[in-house]
């Protein structure tokens, strides 16, 4: 006998009340005058108000509906005249699936930090804010898929447990079955004998699935990934993540133009999507941000509101600009004159996170696509521009950076000529021996090609307004921090 | 200037051919004659026939017409007379993006073995039969976020690094930052000072995202995972891996009923979508199974094709049954009578592979739901059924059988009873003190709820027929093998 014969709250909302029946199962949150349930099922924000007929309720009924109860509510819909929404429901049954002792349940009818939510993970979406929050997060990933099945792409799963730690983009945690008290099997030489281990070989959790999705996109065309990565980087900021969710999408026969089209196209899709499919969890959201930011000075909250400032990037090219632009600007920029910036500006630098923001939230107050940086701060695989002048080495990177996150998308067109790639990777000490499957890629049938990463939190990040990346996946993993 | 001009083949091939300009760029299958191209560019399994105009092509050019390289096409659409496809396009220009040198390119334009294939897993899906499997495993990916998507499901990414070691799913690999050589820090008593590690704590690869899902499925209603999952175990056979990846959806108010119907609807889903949208690719994958099985003996063979085996799953009711009834169907077996099976048959062994072989391929001949499996051959977490006889507990299990597969889903109804949950956990020697924010959704608010997890691979398996785990997952990382 299937038990789940319920209507989603999500749903019930949306019904022209005419008495008929109805089942909901949910969650109280609120319970008042021992009269107004306010049911949440976690399908919307909003909660359906259920009015209890006190009356002919048990006193020891009416003292278990109590905040984070689970119900099972049978009764009539009708139109509400109170609530500021369109139904109520008058309950004729009420039953209880699961008590909630309003003494020590932890999520409490009241504002509680972040902090504390943040401790209490396992719970937190359960409140409003997360709700919505996991709700915009769960939007944004399927936009990601449709955007790109949409154009025919493939979905590719790169490996997570990788042997190959030559991509250089960050420190990497090992995996192994081996005992780290020092019984494992070591070499004539000292060195740990890698071939007892599970793999043969010494294994590391990925930072990218770039490598491989390259070679997929060699037979392919259009890829992306939409996996996890990792970061074993001791950054304990409201920006860093040891495990975190990336897509990286890699085309064959795109140029660094068409790389940028498609990233920008794909955000603006990515936001527009989720403003049709979740305006509500957004309004909501919109609200919480004011709320958060009254308790700042005013130059330093937002100058648009949540929803605003996401219309005004799907309503607004991106501008683009070259790195050797960027420093141009940023010499002549008033922080720069009047030695506000931490860090030196010179042709050269790695754009700093004050020079970044600058860029986007006071000079161009827009998403800035920033290409052409110098090769030496660059990754081997970026291709390597033409005609540059000596000195002044330039690949066809390209950063996009977003209003109050920074950099959301890192990408480059790739260099598909072997000896050129070959030089580069000897100059910068990358073993080719190691990567030969790689270069197979640029030995048959190479051609161009280019790709990016968007980090996914971070979009999350810039769609809800929640300023720690902590708060927009579900169990965060920090230095010191993997609980749950 | 952005390069990418091209039409896909894909596209190409539904045109109606008017004799119009087309760009197409792809990599050489095969060229005959010095006159026929077949260009692939991975969009569709078919080959675009392109006829060189070799009278005005110059030798040199048309020397570095070989397999595997890349080429950019431009030229005039128009009916094929002799391709067995409607269009044909007559080459007027032809660049090369990339040679590859006839000699050293590793896919030759002749039958290679799936062994050979799986050591050249960094160009094997530039064959057609990787192709195919590759675009299947994509639409199945697809699929099972629309179907989810559509009814309201939130995708949920459970933790990949997790300091719970409680679900005992399978031996776990270890992830620390730790050196392995014995100069880990120590602990007073010899032990390791996890402390010192990156996470504070000894952490592992999850082997199932489930009981961080119960944990959303309490403030979502429905949500589902789709993550990769981990298991250290020593299995060299076809069907394991030791990275793959799970779906797991979890469903407040959900009784084993619902998970059953849920389960099979869900199935049958993925194998629709995917007749319809990736027809071809199953046509290749039926012709390529029947040619394989060529070399065994008819007893060895498949009774149904691989679209026809697709086409009775979805037409047809799966069969569900109890536990003790397919014990007593295998106990009444002629197998069993002539003793033909390697392991014992009474009541409370676990199922092995021969008895689900035959309860699916030659009983039922169709997918079949197990249930009510006895509690001490299950999972903690599963729902004591009520009213058991003593010595015979059994639980509110499921798991669902395929052809040529086995073991395609296992699920259960939870047991939501806080007291019951705690004396199974003691009882079976998991630390509940460790588990509490798992035990606080029984604490607050709980209520009926189940879920199932699939095995993406194993799904894959089924769709395309390959019948090696190897072949249908990009890089497969089993042990001693982490290439690429």
Redesign the interface.
Known sequence: ????T?T?I?EVLALEPTGQDTIV????RTFRSNRFIALN???TPNNLQVVVNYENTSEALLKRITT???L?ISGQLVHSTGSGQKVELQASHIEV?????AE??P?QPKKHSLEFLRENA??R??TQT??AV??V??AI??AV?QFF?QK?F???????????DAEGAG?M??????P?????P?NDD???NFKED????A?N?TVSGQL?GE??A????DIYTF??T?R?E?SNTTRHL??F?MIEPE?????I??NQ?LAEEFIQYLIRYTMAQNAEDLRFLDERLKEEEKALPQDKRSEMGLIEKLQFVVDNKFERITYTEAIEILLNSTPYKKKKFQYDVQWGIDLQSEHERFLVEKHFKKPVIVTGYPAAIKAFYMRLNDGCEPGRETVAAMDILAPGIGEIVGGSQRE?RYEKLVARMEAMHIPTHEMS??L?????????HAGFGLGFERMVQFVTGMTNIRDV???A?T??????
């Open positions: 006998m299937a038990f789940n319920r989603k999500k199962m949910g969650w109280v099922d976690g399908s984070g109860a689970c099972k699936l699961g008590d909630s002792d020590k349940y999520m396992h719970l979406m359960r997360f709700g996991f709700r997060r769960n990933a399927y898929h099945q025919g493939v979905y590719w799963h790169s490996p997570i447990i990788t042997a190959s420190e945690f090992k995996v192994t079955t081996l780290l008290d020092g019984t494992a070591k000292g060195s740990i599970f793999f043969g070989k294994t959790l491989e070679l997929a060699m037979a392919f065309g996996g996890p990792f074993a001791n040891a495990e969710w085309m064959a026969f795109y140029d133009e068409d089209n598909e499957w790689y197979d890629t640029r030995r048959f049938g190479a051609c161009p996946i579900p169990f993993r230095p010191k921090n993997a609980e749950f």
